[in-house]
């Protein structure tokens, strides 16, 4: 007996033939995954695009090879060691400050960069007119974020004044090196020169101030040891020193994070697309059984058998992996764009052919995989059912081949979510939660089946009960299109939920009566003017309170550099070294609530010890107690505080919370600035008390809740925005698998319909079962992914950001109603003219 | 005048199971049927007929007894050997005719060649189709074609492969009587031509009457084993 090999000629010639007048529909059963390869490549490309971009541009992401940077002006011997550096140096110092522009009379909050020197030194700032980025440092001019222009309708020439000062506009900022523009959504720039600084008279005695200094070397090499000199010294003044490497490794990894999500999204398209083609292709082959029964009564092996089909698919899955390649590299075009507003690096669009090459195999791959599934049923095929269309051919749950199949995709699918996150535990939790998806999802769908089986309603009209029947009949697609189309809708309504839960909790917390301006930077002898000032506008003042800052020196005597080099501790890095913004009072606000301990008011005269009061959830972040002692760093001032009280904080209403709040007399005389809170009617009087509190206090700032807000909707639209757009290839797979479950039972259901047509039903009436059944396709597979995307966004809402879930009803009922509406459209789109025709013609033509 | 036997069939059992019961379908057949010659078996519905056919050609396979097909016994082959067996020593013609819709009727026609490796096998399928009367209608798909030009495809198919035996399932049973009539005629005259072995299973006792043996089935069993006559004289 001749052995059968795979590359016979004549088993490709006969894959051909035995394709004709199934190759669209063969095509249909791959396209589903020609989105999630697109998706895939897409993503893919440019994340490597982005991350060459990172590599070969790191010392433009930061403009310089090194920044040091510091909260304070850098002492003497820092800057006694800076000079003997054979570097260029360049200046900046920023901060928040109110700007004021006269034309428009109107006033925003915005980071006043004052800078000196040739920075940046690599990459550029953009601006509009471009010689703008070289003149304002000439001629004392400023640079303002092109935001700030687009919203006040601001032109060249007009005036901001910051503090006393008042700078010509010399041009709009288009891009700064390393900025995301999302970054400068809350407060935007504006660049003046380092000369001019003094003349503003905003930097007063502890205002939050950011010092830069940024360096260009001649010989990068020299670099690192010369930092490495630094290092006691940053140590000791608290400097942080990044170079452009490690700018550039920081941004890789939080870009790499991103598009490892994303690329997650568009692998969860891939594999509703893989349970699509396993399920167009198992059709397929039932549909062929027929033939092959006729082959192997003519003398067909049952390899020959195999591979005709094997290679049908292993071509269309080839096609279809090269067009979902090609589609990807069309959709990279549109990601740059995308993503502009989140990343610090312009990413020009360049093809990665690695990319490219990994979309085709695991494109290939995955079709091979899934359509192996219902290919080893043509193995099992008998040739007694070509005189015996009764004959089943034998689908035995427990061959070997299928187990081993099954372990396969498993492996494949497991190291593949590995391979796109890039680490084992993250991998391996997403293959789980999708899992646990599709499993939830499966059993949801066969309960819906048993359920319409059990209970079905004999009572119900004839259409509606024979529609009914079709989710539960043999060769329904009720599982596969529940799968698709439910998961899409999971992702989407997840997302919405979750997006609308942090939404709302930021917009809705008894908005009309919280503070809703805050002032800031306030000067110890500026606080009765402020108050008078805000009292003049028939405002209340709501809070006043002084603000110090300090940072911890110590935790029960173990210094903080001790404590940070401690593996052991269990104290959160955080907390251990942030700048502190304590305040010191003697009656506790409404938000508050001592939950352990004694609240000290004042400190008794005759005490020589110093109390302090923390919040519970910092308590546990540094891993303390009542009676333990921290001692604070204010200032260049060591003050050992014993911890007196534990209080409860409600965070989420709008008004200076803090961590530590001292006694009356222990830091009272400290460095300090005020911060009031009012509430204004509306934005009319917001903008006036801002427009006169410039006027007449330069160096505060105020900040307009409610503008604050509308940009974290913004930020959150951006990113949604981003994550929709991958959702969207999911439920483009959904719709695409649920065309190929329509065209796949095409004919089953021309047949239906000729029966009933034959038996007496009228085209209304065949038309309205098709309607129907796919109403409650999609209502169901709308509905499961619907409950489920209300327990994750629960389990979210819960467990990540401790919020209370309260799902609205309206964008529930109108997801349901799009989901229902796409799956009946475009259910009756492939099934037009089914009931049109006549019950011969259609019988000869679809054969 | 001395024949070989080409197909022997000794104390052929058949048993499936229907729920809980064990259902006996064929019950001790034998029979052997030479070379050359021309049969039938017929017999009520569910007498067993095509489960017979079934497992002569070895596309099943029994529960005990044997079936021999040109002294090869079909019990002891694999699935791929039983296929071999059927490309090599069998044709095919089934009631509702079985052409492959995707293939042209000349493809049809090859396939049982090319599934021997041979391939330059145009001509001589085309020849076939001439010889069945349809030799203008090589390129034609099975829907472009009737009833009986798709049982005369099939009978191209069955016979191109010169089959020791040929098995043919109510050959007529779909098609009208004038074209039963004349597919019957163009079975018998190829079958005459080529010296194959003929065995029929039908309703249709006319039909049977044309042959020159007729095994009766019921209930599993033969109940008559007769030479008719008419066959022998044809064949002669």
Not at chain 1, 152 to 163: A, P, R, S
Request: charged content about 20%.
């Amino acid at each position: 007996m001749n052995k059968t090999s795979f590359f016979d000629p004549w088993l490709w010639k006969m894959a051909w033939r035995d394709s004709r007048s199934n190759r669209g529909r063969l095509l249909l059963f791959v396209s589903s995954i020609i989105v999630g390869i697109a998706a895939l490549v897409a993503i893919n490309s440019f994340g490597r695009n982005l991350e060459e971009t990172i590599r070969t541009e790191s010392r433009s992401i930061v403009g310089a090879d090194l920044v040091l940077s510091s909260r304070s002006p850098f002492p003497e011997e820092v800057e006694a060691r800076i000079a003997e550096w054979p570097a260029e140096e360049a200046r900046e110092v920023s901060f928040a400050s109110m700007a004021y522009f006269p034309r428009v009379d109107n006033t925003r909050l915005i980071t006043v960069r004052a800078l000196e020197g040739n920075y940046p030194f690599y990459g550029t700032l953009e601006t509009t007119p471009a010689e703008a980025a070289d003149n304002f440092r000439k001629d004392g001019s400023a640079l303002v974020d092109y935001s700030v222009i687009l919203q006040y309708e601001l032109e060249i020439g007009d005036t901001v004044k910051l503090g006393n000062q008042g700078f010509a506009i010399a041009g709009y900022l288009q891009k700064v090196p390393g900025q995301a523009e999302a970054a400068s959504m809350v407060a935007p720039r504006i660049y003046i020169p380092m000369d001019q600084l003094e003349n503003t008279g905003l930097i007063r005695f502890g205002s939050r101030v950011n010092h830069r200094k940024l360096f260009k070397f001649e010989d990068s090499g020299e670099m690192a040891g010369l930092l490495e000199g630094m290092e006691a010294l940053n140590r000791k003044h608290r400097i942080r020193s990044r170079t452009a490497e490690q700018q550039g490794a920081g941004v890789g990894s939080a870009a790499g994070n991103m598009y490892g999500f994303l690329n997650l999204v568009a692998f969860i398209a891939l594999l509703l697309g893989s349970i699509g083609v396993a399920s167009a292709i198992h059709v397929y082959i039932k549909m062929k059984l027929p033939s092959l029964a006729v082959l192997r009564c003519v003398g067909a092996r049952i390899r020959q058998t195999f591979y005709i089909y094997l290679i049908q698919t292993l071509v269309i899955g080839a096609i279809g992996s090269v067009v979902g390649v090609i589609l990807g590299v069309a959709i990279q075009v549109l990601l740059p764009d995308l993503f502009a507003a989140l990343l610090p690096v312009q990413v020009d669009f360049s093809i990665s052919w690695r990319s490219a090459i990994e979309g085709l195999i695991v494109g290939l791959g995955i079709c091979m995989l899934f359509a192996l599934l219902p290919l080893l049923t043509v193995r099992k095929v008998s040739p007694l059912s070509a005189i015996r269309t009764n004959i089943e051919s034998q689908t035995d749950g427990r061959d070997p081949l299928r187990l081993l199949l099954y372990a396969i995709i498993a492996i494949a699918a497991t190291a593949f979510a590995i391979s796109q996150t890039a680490r084992v535990d993250v991998g391996l939790s997403f293959i789980a939660g999708v899992a646990i998806a599709f499993a939830a999802l499966s059993a949801l769908a066969l309960l819906l089946m048993w359920a319409v089986k059990r209970f079905f309603p004999s009572g119900w009209r004839y259409e509606w009960r024979q529609s009914l029947a079709n989710l539960y009949r043999p060769n329904n697609q009720t599982l596969v299109l529940m799968l698709s189309i439910g998961l899409g809708t999971f992702l989407i309504s997840t997302l919405y939920f979750t997006q609308d839960t942090l939404l709302s909790q930021v917009a809705t917390l008894d908005r009309d009566k919280q503070p809703n301006l805050m002032m800031f930077d306030i000067q110890a002898d500026q606080v009765e003017g402020v108050e008078e000032l805000v009292r003049s506008f028939d405002l209340p003042v709501i809070q006043n309170v002084p603000i110090v800052t300090t940072r911890l020196a110590a935790i029960k005597g173990r210094t903080v550099e001790e404590l940070d080099a401690d593996s052991t501790s269990k104290i959160r890095g955080w907390a251990l070294k942030r700048e502190y913004r304590v305040t010191y009072r003697d009656t506790l606000f409404s938000t508050e609530e001592v939950v352990e301990g004694e609240w000290i008011g004042r400190m008794p005269a005759d005490s020589d010890t110093l109390y302090v009061s923390l919040e519970t959830g910092i308590v546990r972040d540094l891993d303390v107690k009542l009676g333990d002692q921290l001692t604070f760093d204010v200032q260049g001032v060591q003050m050992p505080a014993i911890v007196k009280s534990i209080r409860k904080v409600d965070w989420q209403r709008v008004q200076p919370n803090f961590f530590a709040v001292f006694p009356r007399g222990v830091i009272d005389d400290a460095p300090q600035f005020n911060v009031l809170v009012t509430r204004v009617a509306d934005q009319a009087q917001s903008s006036q008390l801002q427009q006169a509190m410039v006027k007449a206090f330069p160096n505060v700032s105020s900040v307009d809740l409610d503008l604050i807000l509308k940009t974290v909707e913004k930020i959150i639209d951006q990113i949604s925005f981003v994550i929709r757009f991958m959702a969207l290839f999911s439920i483009l797979t959904g719709l695409i698998v649920l065309s190929a479950a329509v065209i796949t039972t095409r004919y089953q259901r021309i047949r239906e319909s000729v029966l009933l047509r034959t038996l007496g039903a009228v085209k209304q009436q065949v038309n309205r079962i098709m309607i129907l059944e796919y109403f409650y396709l999609g209502a169901l597979a709308g509905l499961t992914g619907m409950l489920l995307s209300l327990l994750s966004s629960w389990a979210l809402a819960y467990f990540m950001f401790d919020l209370t879930f309260v799902p609205s009803i309206q964008p529930l009922a109108i997801i349901l109603a799009l989901v229902v509406t796409m799956t009946v459209g475009l259910g009756m789109l492939n099934s037009r003219k089914i009931a049109d025709r006549p019950p011969l013609e259609i019988l000869r033509n679809e054969v | 005048m001395n024949k070989s036997i080409v197909l022997r069939v000794s104390n052929l059992v058949k048993e499936y199971q229907s729920g809980s019961r064990r259902l006996r379908v064929l019950d001790d057949i034998s029979f052997d049927i030479e070379q050359g010659t021309t049969g039938a078996i017929v017999g009520p519905s569910g007498s067993g007929k095509t489960t017979l056919l079934a497992l002569c050609a070895g596309l099943d396979q029994a529960t005990s007894g044997q079936v021999e097909v040109n002294g090869i016994s079909v019990a002891g082959l694999s699935e791929d050997e039983r296929s071999v067996l059927r490309n090599e020593q069998i044709g095919f013609v089934f009631q509702n005719f079985q052409l492959m819709p995707t293939l042209t009727a000349l493809e049809n026609v090859m396939v049982p060649l090319e599934l021997r490796g041979e391939r330059k096998v145009r001509d001589k399928a085309a020849s076939m189709l001439e010889k069945v009367g349809l030799g203008d209608r090589l390129s034609h798909y099975p829907v472009q074609l009737s009833g009986g030009e798709q049982q005369r495809v099939a009978l191209a198919r069955a016979f191109i492969n010169d089959p020791q035996i040929l098995f043919a399932d109510e050959p007529t049973g779909n098609l009208d009587e004038d074209t039963g009539e004349k597919v019957t005629e163009l079975l018998f005259d190829l079958n005459a031509d080529s010296g194959t072995t003929l065995l029929l299973v039908t309703h249709d006792l006319d039909l049977a009457a044309r042959t020159g043996r007729i095994i009766r089935l019921k209930g599993g069993r033969i109940v008559s084993d007769e030479l008719t006559g008419v066959a022998d004289e044809r064949l002669v």
